[in-house]
């Protein structure tokens, strides 16, 4: 008995291959990160929100953030402030800002 294909086997190798490369880069461009990047040394703590009611929510807090450090959050908001005081690192903070990124953008967000 023969078996009888209508169509060639590399004729559904490449319509496999289609289908992951539309899929793969599909998750890619859903894909979004916001870097937050450090600009003063003299930064106490530094306290971030993430998600789409940020600034309410979790925070996360980063002491001892050098001027070269960088947190990526998989997110599309991200509210951050800092403490008042520099290296005295004082309860109070400044306001909340926020950084937005559309969907399968990657952007950097610098604390204030």
């Given at each position: 008995?023969?078996?009888?294909?209508?169509?060639?086997?590399?004729?559904?190798?490449?319509?496999?291959?289609?289908?992951?490369?539309?899929l793969a880069l599909g998750e890619k461009a859903n894909a979004t990160s916001i870097t937050l990047?450090?600009?003063?040394?003299?930064?106490?703590?530094?306290?971030?929100?993430?998600?789409?009611?940020?600034?309410?929510?979790?925070?996360?807090?980063f002491t001892d953030i050098a001027r070269d450090d960088r947190y990526?959050?998989?997110?599309?908001?991200?509210?951050?402030?800092?403490?008042?005081?520099?290296?005295?690192?004082?309860?109070?903070?400044?306001?909340?800002?926020?950084?937005?990124?559309?969907?399968?953008?990657?952007?950097?967000?610098?604390?204030?």
């Open positions: 008995m023969a078996l009888c294909l209508k169509r060639p086997l590399w004729f559904a190798f490449f319509a496999f291959s289609a289908l992951f490369l539309v990047e450090g600009n003063d040394m003299r930064v106490c703590e530094v306290q971030v929100t993430i998600g789409p009611d940020a600034p309410n929510g979790h925070i996360y807090r990526t959050f998989q997110t599309n908001r991200l509210c951050n402030r800092r403490s008042i005081g520099g290296e005295a690192c004082l309860d109070d903070y400044t306001e909340w800002t926020c950084c937005e990124a559309q969907a399968g953008e990657d952007i950097t967000c610098r604390v204030p």
